[in-house]
């Protein structure tokens, strides 16, 4: 029982990971940039539904869906200001590390926003769907909000593996990953694209933390670790391919529950780090590096 | 001979100055030195001089990290680490054996060194971004460690009470702990700087642009990555040791991941290429987290803007700002001074003065004797490089098969080349002509066969090696140095370095000689006067014309060129066409190339390729009348 209970805690703890992995890939290929601040859209939308239903008691769903907006119209300026200034102008494509520190630095601005406005403590958005937690007849257990995490990385999921395979916009996206210089000769506004990925991913990044916080509650400085998490996953899928960073991104939280419940609380992640550093070593071609590198 | 194919005012290029190499560390870390004993000489016990102490300090760890991750684009995660190991290092030989704080520091900064060699050896293994994937694991299993097992003061952090200068009137001990921090970083950023400018920093950059182009330029590039490791984490770790016997504590935030971000975001403010701006980029965050404490306490939000402004005004940060603003500065004092001598300014000064530079013009005849004894001395010791055992064949590939995937690329593959002469390699698209050059070059490891150079067998030598038995190659996209001179980019295959440490580059440098070689072969070419130009303002015959001599600097013996003549004109493939047939007198050449006229003009024999199998093997003549090269190539 404790294998099942401990495999359903990993897999919802790696649902998060492999979204948060997901856009981070997605956007990757679209935009060649990595975007460690997608964990920070996550917080803000944890953070900002709390802060604006209990501090300034707004009701629930003005609460969210204020804060979505924020998020949204956030990024959408960040992208139309910073990322047009950085990939667009006349200047020559910088590599991959200095388009990452542009999200770095988005990452502390975030982070030292949210600082501000709501403060150091541990905060958690209301749960959604309050009671107890859901057990089966073989003595499994589910968090109620777990059950909600997972059914939003399902529908999101599935959603997106639609757009990608039956409709023409999916299919250009597709194409801006490809070959950005191609995509944009045939036609397709590959800065679009751009856009539209960010806003969208900082969206749903947000969604996952005001679904998730209720079980593990977030501070200002809560974004960067999932960041790291879903950086770290999308790496084993070689930052190009979605599906492996899915994939790996659930191993990981499977893989972080069993340490934790069989190993040693305690050392639990610094176990699973080691681990996941040997892999990169052992292994990189094999775990996708290769391709991501360039060479 | 070849000096007949050599413009000789064209070949006359003005010699970079010498001395130079030393002037710029020297005056760097002096500068340095001399701004940091002013501050602390005044200001040690009071408030600036403690901010611009700890920045001083983050300087030494920022300053390593301009060579590793910044210039040779290394991109390891693991300073915060290694600092933590200096800083607890010191804090414990300090409380629990009582050694001295500056002994502590030496002795720890050392262990280090050793620990950053061991883990060095195995994370170095990985490039690019699974080097920084691994390497990100470390401050986050440190700081997991630190906080879990509660050594150390936990999660809190350790004390320790001696420090640097033991003295006992704190003003004192702060003047004493101030100048040992500013000897520190004068040591430290005159090693850096040392290093950058000497023939392995050039290395250091090619491995930094592409590390595959630097294996084939002789580069040890596995070897190259250990030592910046290793330079980085030491340095790393003895910021470290100054930062705990200064502060007189150690906060276990200094390993964590964050600390780390810190780190970076001084290197990427300063100019990650740049050590003058690795050690501004420390202090002016240092400053300005210490100027108000609206800032300190809202230090996120500043940093954040702060390096999304900079890096959006010039990717190498504040010291590229100052550079390029110097330049125009230089270009618009230039342009007033050449108007009033009613002259136009020579295009491509470069290291030359205005005088020397405007080369075609005002040529004097030592001068021109000047390049042509450098031509000619270029020619002879090639011919005596290129030798060979009388008869024998200089390459031998025997049974040469490549498989990508279940694709069959090459299918056991039989050649065999002397050691002089021009020899042709066509086939259509897809055929495995630079499959096989890889093969031959060493970046294609072949499932089955040999390939033989001078009788040796070199199927298992990496691309390094084989650059140094005398294989050198083009490739089919110009791949130049971005960013650095014509000559630099010659001087790039006539390094000398390869088997040197990383330590000799601070001792000395033979990057003169290095680029007096390349002068050489540009000379021979009749390239002298673009040796100072920048190679991405050149054109594209000027660009495939310096990969060449790039490749012919070295001397080789095995010259192996991808598709030299494509994109060029028709008086361009003319002019190529009288250089290689100059080279093939010296050397053996093998030559990818789509245009068949050209390769049937110049070799002595063609090898055709289709569909991963040689079809045919013959002279020009033969190669003319073939059945099968007419169906396969000409489409008849």
């Keep these: 029982m404790k294998f099942g209970n401990l495999l359903i805690a990993g897999v919802v703890t790696g649902s998060i990971y492999a979204v948060f992995a997901v856009c981070i890939a997605v956007w990757y290929r679209v935009s060649n940039i990595l975007n460690l601040a997608v964990g920070d859209f996550a917080m803000v939308g944890a953070l900002g539904v709390d802060y604006l239903f209990r501090v300034d008691s707004w009701p629930l769903p003005a609460a969210i869906a204020t804060t979505l907006a924020i998020v949204g119209a956030f990024a959408y300026g960040y992208d139309q200001v910073v990322l047009r200034l950085a990939q667009d102008g006349r200047r020559r494509q910088e590599g991959i590390v200095i388009t990452f520190f542009f999200t770095f630095a988005l990452s502390f601005f975030i982070d030292g926003v949210a600082k501000i406005l709501f403060g150091t403590d541990v905060h958690a958005a209301p749960g959604l769907w309050n009671g107890n937690s859901l057990t089966f007849a073989t003595g499994l257990h589910l968090e109620r909000a777990g059950l909600l995490v997972l059914g939003c990385a399902l529908i999101s999921g599935l959603m997106f593996a639609i757009y990608i395979r039956y409709t023409l916009s999916g299919k250009a996206m597709e194409a801006c990953g490809e070959n950005n210089l191609g995509a944009r000769i045939v036609g397709i506004d590959t800065r679009q694209y751009r856009r539209i990925i960010f806003v969208g991913t900082a969206m749903l990044a947000a969604v996952f933390g005001i679904v998730e916080s209720p079980i593990t509650g977030y501070t200002f400085l809560s974004g960067a670790t999932i960041s790291v998490t879903g950086f770290i996953a999308a790496a084993y899928g070689g930052f190009q391919k979605p599906g492996r960073a899915l994939v790996a991104g659930i191993a990981i939280g499977i893989l972080e529950a069993l340490l934790g419940g069989y190993v040693s609380t305690q050392y639990a992640d610094t176990l699973m780090y080691g681990i996941l550093a040997a892999l990169v070593l052992a292994r990189p071609r094999a775990m996708g590096f290769e391709s991501a590198v360039g060479g | ?636």
């Design chain 2, 1 to 636: 001979m070849v000096t007949s194919k050599v413009t000789p005012a064209a070949g006359v290029r003005a010699r970079p100055a010498r001395s130079r190499s030393l002037r710029g560390p020297l005056g760097t870390s002096g500068l340095v030195v001399a701004a940091g004993l002013i501050v602390m000489s005044f200001y040690a016990a009071q408030y600036i001089g403690s901010v611009v102490l700890l920045a001083f300090t983050y300087a030494i760890v920022t300053a390593g990290m301009a060579v590793q991750i910044g210039f040779s684009q290394q991109i390891a995660f693991s300073q915060s680490v290694f600092m933590g190991l200096g800083a607890y290092g010191v804090a414990v030989l300090n409380t629990n054996l009582n050694m001295p704080s500056l002994l502590a520091a030496l002795a720890v900064t050392v262990a280090s060194g050793l620990v950053a060699l061991v883990l060095g050896s195995v994370v170095t293994r990985a490039s690019g971004l699974a080097l920084a994937v691994a390497t990100i694991m470390l401050p986050l299993i440190a700081v997991g460690y630190l906080s879990s097992a509660g050594y150390l003061g936990g999660s809190v952090g350790m004390p320790l009470t001696g420090s640097l200068w033991p003295a006992s009137s704190p003003q004192a001990m702060a003047v004493g702990n101030g100048m040992i921090t500013v000897a520190v970083i004068g040591v430290v950023v005159f090693v850096a700087s040392r290093i950058l400018s000497s023939d392995i920093g050039l290395e250091l950059y090619v491995l930094g642009v592409d590390e595959r182009m630097a294996a084939a330029m002789g580069v040890s590039t596995p070897r190259r990555k250990l030592e910046l490791f290793v330079l980085g984490s030491m340095f790393a770790a003895l910021g470290g040791a100054v930062y705990a016997g200064t502060q007189l504590f150690v906060p276990a935030t200094l390993v964590d991941p964050t600390a780390e971000l810190s780190l970076l975001m001084m290197l990427f403010i300063g100019g990650r290429r740049s050590i003058l701006g690795a050690v501004a980029g420390a202090l002016i965050i240092e400053y300005v987290s210490g100027a108000s404490t609206w800032v300190s306490v809202n230090i996120l939000v500043v940093e954040g803007v702060l390096i999304t402004v900079v890096l959006l005004v010039d990717p190498e940060g504040l010291a590229g700002i100052v550079s390029s603003l110097a330049a125009r500065l230089r270009r618009a004092r230039r342009a007033g001074g050449a108007a009033a001598d009613g002259g136009p300014a020579p295009a491509c000064t470069g290291h030359a003065s205005a005088g020397t530079g405007s080369a075609v013009a005002g040529v004097t005849p030592e001068e021109v004797a000047a390049a042509d004894r450098r031509t000619s001395a270029f020619g002879r010791s090639w011919q005596a490089r290129a030798g060979g055992r009388a008869g024998a064949p200089l390459l031998e590939c025997t049974g040469v098969t490549k498989d990508y995937g279940g694709l069959r690329v090459l299918d056991s593959i039989g050649l065999s080349l002397p050691a002089r002469g021009l020899f042709g390699l066509c086939g259509p698209n897809g055929a495995g002509k630079t499959t096989l050059l890889g093969v031959i070059g060493g970046s294609v490891p072949p499932v089955a066969g040999r390939v033989l150079l001078d009788g040796a067998d070199i199927t298992r030598l990496p691309p390094q090696q084989r650059f140094h038995l005398g294989v050198s190659r083009t490739f089919q996209a110009v791949h130049l140095i971005a960013g650095r001179s014509v000559l630099d980019n010659v001087a790039v295959s006539c390094l000398s370095s390869h088997r040197s440490s990383l330590a000799a580059g601070i001792v000395r440098s033979r990057l003169a000689q290095a680029r007096d070689k390349a002068a050489e072969a540009l000379d021979y070419l009749g390239m002298g006067r673009l040796s100072g130009m920048e190679v991405s303002t050149l054109t594209l015959e000027n660009q495939r014309m310096v990969e060449f001599a790039r490749a012919i600097a070295a001397r080789p013996r095995l010259l192996l060129l991808d598709e030299p003549a494509s994109g060029l004109s028709e008086p361009q493939r003319e002019r190529l066409k009288e250089v290689l047939r100059t080279v093939g007198d010296m050397t053996c050449v093998l030559l990818v190339e789509h245009d068949l006229g050209l390769v049937a003009q110049i070799t002595e024999r063609i090898f055709v390729l289709a569909s991963g199998q040689l079809v045919f093997e013959g002279s020009p003549e033969e190669f003319r009348n073939s059945a099968v090269v007419s169906s396969l190539l000409v489409g008849l």
